[in-house]
């Protein structure tokens, strides 16, 4: 038997909408990770890009686990010797909710130019629950939540 890998003209396109109201963080990002690699389709081939468009809503809503909310930080740093910068998760939920998914689903895809371009072109979060992609036709995704509390 040949092993399959994908061609253009084998790859198809599909939006998704999940919406991250009372999801667990790390939980939902993995779910996110894996549609935007393709890896939930049989053709999925490592070196293509065979993954699917997600939409995230009500990122404000994201839950975290454990003492996450008073103990997470965010790493930053601004070139200079010396100069790290750590923003409380607190902050980032309250200024910044896209950012908190969007991070969390960049450190679940490879680190190389395809993930970085997969993370840019096919992740849209929204803090809220409008979005600007009804014309997509979005396949609606219901992940199961974590009942640990």
């Known amino acids: 038997m040949k092993t399959f890998s994908a ?3 084998d790859i198809e396109r599909r939006w998704f909408l999940i919406d991250a109201d009372g999801m667990v963080l790390g939980r939902l ?3 996110v990770a894996k549609i935007i690699r393709g890896k939930h389709k049989p053709t999925f081939t490592p070196h293509m890009d065979t993954g ?3 939409i995230v809503i009500n990122a404000s809503k994201v839950r ?3 003492r996450k909310a008073e103990q997470k930080e965010y790493f930053r740093h601004t070139g200079y010797m ?3 910068r750590f923003t409380p998760y607190a902050t980032m939920i309250e200024k910044h909710p896209e950012r908190v998914i969007e991070k969390a689903v960049f450190g679940m895809l490879p680190k190389s130019t395809l993930g970085r371009q ?3 072109l096919k992740l849209k979060v929204y803090a809220g629950e409008q979005h600007p992609h009804t014309a997509q036709q979005p396949t609606v995704i219901t992940l199961k939540q974590s009942e640990t509390k």
């Open 118 to 120: 997969k993370l840019r």
């Open 64 to 66: 975290v686990t454990g």
């Open 7 to 9: 061609t253009p003209k």
């Open 52 to 54: 699917d468009h997600v």
């Open 82 to 84: 010396g100069h790290e």
């Open 29 to 31: 990002a993995s779910e």
